[in-house]
């Protein structure tokens, strides 16, 4: 709960730092965009006045004098003739008159800035005159393109003719501003990149971990309550049995007493070897798995393991069909681990398969390495709990479910022992379609008969 609340915590103050990066920066680029504007807009509006100031004006007053014609052409001839509206051709010939342009292009240049811009034309109003009627033809129907939100006004004009009057505004649009800004901002993005990437690292991290850690403590919960049951029943066997034993009517039956005895012994090995788990565990932690390897002779051993094991299961025998195709005779190995190995692998099977068990263990040395598989029909392992299951304390969730009982340190175990003997372990599962653990071991292993 405590942890949870940690997490949402963080993730909050996560978020709010991005909005906090995000605020700045584009703060940031805004002031840095009017910082822009209010430079180049300047040297525009001055680039345009001292245009307007040259003595030198033949070319605004042949522009003129050919808008002129052309607003009598649009006057007095047939206006099917005309493809275009008045604006459009005013505009057109407006444009084309390009030394207002060149002339800005010229300013910029000397005043040390070299940005790339696009030079717009924007007429407001356009008036046809004639001997004292005025008509108006622009704004009509037919909107004019416009110049972007973001251009800069350079200047406003108003001109008139003897048969026209025109109102318009010159804009100059920067189109690499966007990119002139970011330049200048880089060192502030660059450092809010890396704050941001600095802290969700951190934040992984300390969260990969938290989870971790609770996964472990929730297995060591688990394995605690685990052991306490598991300790539990031989004690209270061993309880009833012994309070048995001081029944008068029962000591009186030998035959009584002997079975009561069997049994009281009998659980006391199985707490025994209980004890024993949990102290190999502290072992391990410890890194100190000590073999006894010495030569066995494999087809054997495995034999009379696997039938050991059939008879242990007694009316409950799964069928089992063991396959041997060997060659090598005898292998280093310690005979006590890898018999709890096999062992730990067939119970596996009886534990979570389904009746009529059936396993299958196949025993070949084909590729320079000693392979033992065992095959179960049970229901399988899910795939997001393959990755865990040689585990420590790792029990599946069904294993919980259906109260199947078990430490979760079978497998554990099975993975220490094969890798001492520098063997590997896998395991391949379809769910619904049962299990199986692939065991090999170099035949040219290098333990020593110590
Ligand atoms: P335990 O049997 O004590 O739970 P193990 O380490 O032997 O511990 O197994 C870990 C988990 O792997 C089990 O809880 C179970 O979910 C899963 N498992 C192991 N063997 C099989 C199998 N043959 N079929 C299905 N699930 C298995």
């Known amino acids: 709960m405590k942890s949870q609340f940690l997490i949402w915590l963080s993730a909050l103050a996560l978020l709010v730092l991005i909005a906090v990066q995000y605020i700045f920066i584009t703060e940031t680029y805004r002031t840095k965009k009017d910082q822009f504007d209010t430079k180049f807009g300047g040297l525009v509006k001055d680039g345009m006045i001292a245009f307007n100031n040259q003595d030198f004006k033949f070319g605004l007053d042949s522009v003129l004098y050919v808008l002129d014609n052309l607003a009598v052409d649009y006057l007095f001839s047939d206006p099917d003739t005309l493809d275009r509206s008045p604006a459009q051709s005013f505009q057109e010939i407006l444009m084309n008159y390009r030394d207002p342009e060149i002339f800005l292009r010229d300013h910029i240049r000397k005043a040390g800035e070299d940005p790339v811009f696009t030079y717009y034309l924007q007429i407001n109003e356009l008036f046809l005159l004639d001997m004292g009627f005025e008509q108006q033809v622009y704004p009509d129907t037919i909107p004019l393109p416009v110049a972007p939100d973001e251009a800069l006004l350079a200047g406003s004009y108003n001109h008139e003719r003897n048969f026209f009057r025109i109102?318009?505004?010159?804009?100059?649009n920067f189109t690499n501003r966007s990119r002139l800004i970011l330049n200048e901002m880089w060192l502030i993005l660059a450092l809010a990149i890396l704050t941001l990437l600095l802290v969700f690292t951190v934040f992984y991290i300390t969260l990969r971990n938290m989870l971790l850690q609770k996964r472990l403590s929730d297995?060591?919960?688990d394995f605690i309550n685990n052991m306490t049951h598991e300790l539990k029943t031989p004690l209270?066997?061993?309880?009833?049995?012994?309070?048995?034993?001081?029944?008068?009517?029962?000591?009186?039956?030998?035959?009584?007493?002997e079975e009561l005895s069997k049994l009281i012994k009998r659980q006391n090995r199985h707490l025994s070897e209980l004890i024993d788990r949990i102290l190999d565990i502290n072992i391990w932690e410890k890194d100190q798995v000590k073999l006894k390897p010495e030569h066995i002779h494999i087809e054997g051993w495995i034999r009379e393991l696997v039938d050991a094991f059939s008879l242990e299961q007694g009316n409950a025998s799964p069928v089992l069909d063991l396959q041997v195709e060997i060659q090598v005779e005898t292998l280093l190995l310690d005979r006590v681990h890898m018999s709890t190995v096999i062992n730990n692998l067939l119970s596996n099977a009886v534990k979570y398969g389904r009746s009529p068990c059936r396993i299958t263990v196949n025993v070949n040395d084909?590729?320079?390495?000693?392979?033992i598989s065992v095959t179960d029909n049970g229901p399988g392992i899910k795939k997001e709990e393959l990755k865990h299951i040689f585990e420590k304390f790792y029990r599946g969730q069904e294993s919980k479910q259906r109260v199947i009982k078990g430490l979760g340190l079978g497998l554990f175990y099975v993975k220490q022992i094969v890798e001492a003997h520098e063997g590997t372990i896998t395991v391949h599962s379809n769910p619904g379609?049962?299990?199986?653990?692939?065991?090999?071991i170099p035949i040219e292993n290098g333990l020593i008969i110590g």
Do not use: P, W
């Open 236 to 257: 209270s066997t061993i309880s009833v049995a012994s309070s048995s034993l001081g029944n008068r009517s029962i000591i009186q039956q030998e035959e009584k007493v």
């Open 219 to 221: 297995m060591k919960t």
């Open 366 to 371: 084909k590729t320079g390495f000693l392979s």
């Open 167 to 172: 109102s318009y505004d010159i804009y100059i």
């Open 433 to 440: 379609k049962g299990a199986q653990f692939n065991i090999k």
